[in-house]
Each structure stands twice: as C-alpha cells, then as structure tokens.
C-alpha cells in the first residue's frame, strides 16, 4: 500500500488539477519569492547616491530552524548563498594547497557559499551587491593596470611621447583620475526561470538566473555593463510552509568568464576614450581631465582613435594583459575548471558538515 501510495503521489505531479500539484505550485512560489527578494540597487553617482538596503521580508520566508549555534554552527538547516567574491580569503589556503590556477581559484572563490539564519538574512542583498561591486572593481583595477601600460609601451615605440606622457598624467595625476572611470550605479536580479522544477525527497530544485547591471562614467560617458549566469535554487518546505535547507547555487565558470569578457571591453572603451583625448590635448603641457565630449574632433584626435581602436583590436598585450598577467586567469591545462571544483566543491561540503 505504502509503493502504491507513493506511485500516485509522483503521477499527481503531471496533472494541474490535483492537490499535491497546488501545493507544489504554492512551494514553488514561496522559492520564486525567496529568490527574487535578494535582488537590490546600488547608486554612487555624485547627484544621485543610494546605498542598498535591508530586505526585511527574507526572513518571514525562512523556517526558524535555518539558525547558527556554537555546538553546530553549519547544521544541515542552513540557508547558502554564493559570495559572488572573485577575491576570497576564505578559499586561499586550498587554492594554494590545490595548486590552482587564478582562474579556476576565482570561480570557486565566486561560489564559495555564504550562511544566514533568520536573524541575518535580511542583510544578504546589501551583501551581495557590495561582492559583485568589489569583484567588478578588482578585475577592472588588475586589467587597466596590464592594458595601461602595454599601451604606454606601444605609444612610446610609435614615437608619441608627449602623447604617451599626458596619458600617463591622465590616470596617475592624483585626484584627476578619480574622474576618467568610476562606477555610477548597479542593479543585482535575481529569478526563477521557471516553475517547474525537480522534486526528489522533501526538496525543490527550481533553475535561477543571476543577472547584474551596472552602468560606469567614462570621461563623461556612461557605458553599460551586463552580466548574467544561471544557477539553481533548493529547499524544502516545512509543515508551517517556510523554507528549511535552502541552497543557492550559480554557475562559477560562466559568471566570471562573462565578467572577464566584459571587464575587457569596459577597460578598451576606458583605454580608447582617454587616449583619443590625449591626443587631443597634445599641445597642451599639462593636459587636465574633462568631459570628452567638450572636446574638439580634430584631425589629429580623429587619427589617433584610428590607431588606438585598429591596436587594440589586434592580439597585443593592451587588451590581453602582459605575460604575467595573461597566465592568471588561465585555466589549468591538466584539469578542466569545472571538474576541479566539482571535486572541491564535494571536499567543501564535507569539511563544513564535519566541523
């Protein structure tokens, strides 16, 4: 009776009509909800500044039992959330034991989960965004510094030293250069993509999709800036319909290849703009930064960006990074990153349920 009763369950999944579809459908809804309460908004513009705020409301989803205690402060209740850090201390020591390379050491330093109970989780969205803000700001800040120079490199074996001199000025010029780039705002999203899931057990495995948005100031322009991975979220539902065990997984690899991707054509419009400005400002002896619409298109500038865009279009080191800095987030040819962290992931969850 007990295998009978069990068959008829499952079959009521596949027909809309039945009670356990409703109730499937309402633990659905509550996970959607859960998932979606973690997206914020960010502004640090001058005339517009917001930080991201408490969601209160996270925690009215979350059972009771999804708590911390000194005897068993990672319990099978807990609820996860993946740091969304490139750069994590946490994850440093296996990294080095492991001898990853950084590429693979910052997708699982992006995945390496984050623990909230209750009395906590409502501060889970501020966290987030401030993560994926310093993540963006740590991969930009490593791969102007490679580009800026490889660009300097080429400007001076072009014969342009005035030129490759005002750059310079341009970004190491003290306060001036707090103005060539800076970030504007970010929006993190995140979404169930659809409601029909997995069931296995007491859980629900529903797919998510992780997006952030974000906009940049460059010279006076504002340039967009777009990510997104998929993920997964899973929880069961307890008998007073909140959430126990939730678990939020996003894809490493392809979050922090799409970041890569896209911190590269950020630092070339960065790189592209400031050095066509340059160009304009060559007769000045102590060019100043400004708005670079306000200048003139003159010929000059005009060749300039000529030359700039059709190098950095190419191979060279000022859009790939030195020789040095190319290896850092190369993967390991002896091991493909997502079998690696397949495995370190395992060894992850094993150390914390042993602890």
């Known amino acids: ?72 402060p990672k319990n099978f209740e807990k609820c996860s959330i993946p740091s969304l850090l490139v750069v994590n201390k946490a994850t440093a020591n296996l990294c080095n034991e492991k001898g990853m390379s950084q590429r693979d050491a910052a997708a699982l330093s992006l995945a390496f989960p984050l623990f909230f109970d209750r009395s906590d989780v409502k501060n889970a969205p501020m966290i987030l965004i401030n993560n994926i803000s310093e993540s963006l700001a740590a991969l930009v800040t490593s791969r102007m510094r490679s580009s800026k120079n490889a660009l300097l490199r080429e400007m001076y074996n072009r014969g342009d030293v005035v030129e490759a001199r005002a750059l310079h000025e341009v970004f190491e010029g003290g306060a001036s250069k707090l103005s060539v780039y800076s970030l504007l705002t970010i929006v993190t ?6 409601m029909t899931g997995e069931a296995s057990d007491d859980q629900i495995r529903l797919p998510v999709l992780f997006e952030s948005t974000s906009d940049y100031s460059v010279l006076g322009t504002t340039v967009p800036l777009s990510l997104q991975a998929p993920g997964t979220i899973t929880a069961s539902v307890n008998h007073d319909g909140l959430l126990d065990k939730v678990k939020i997984m996003i894809d490493p690899i392809e979050l922090l290849d799409d970041m890569m991707k896209k911190v590269k054509e950020l630092v070339k419009n960065i790189l592209t703009s400031a050095a066509v400005m340059t160009y304009s400002m060559s007769s000045s002896s102590q060019p100043t930064c400004g708005t670079f619409d306000s200048f003139e298109k003159t010929n000059g500038s005009k060749r300039a960006k000529q030359e700039i865009l059709s190098w950095t279009a190419t191979d060279k080191g000022s859009m790939q990074g030195s020789s040095d800095e190319q290896g850092q987030y190369a993967s390991n040819s002896n091991h493909h990153p997502q079998s690696v962290l397949n495995g370190l992931y395992q060894e992850f969850d094993l150390s914390m349920r042993n602890k």
């Open 189 to 194: 999203s995140f979404r169930v993509l659809s």
């Open 1 to 72: 009776m007990q295998n009978h009763g069990d068959s008829a369950m499952s079959s009521d999944a596949f027909y809309p009509n039945s009670s356990h579809s409703q109730v499937q459908s309402q633990d659905n809804l509550k996970l959607s909800a859960f998932v979606s309460l973690l997206s914020s908004t960010q502004s640090l513009g001058i005339q517009e500044f917001s930080l991201a705020s408490p969601e209160p409301l996270l925690a009215n989803l979350l059972s009771p039992n999804t708590e911390f205690g000194d005897s068993n």
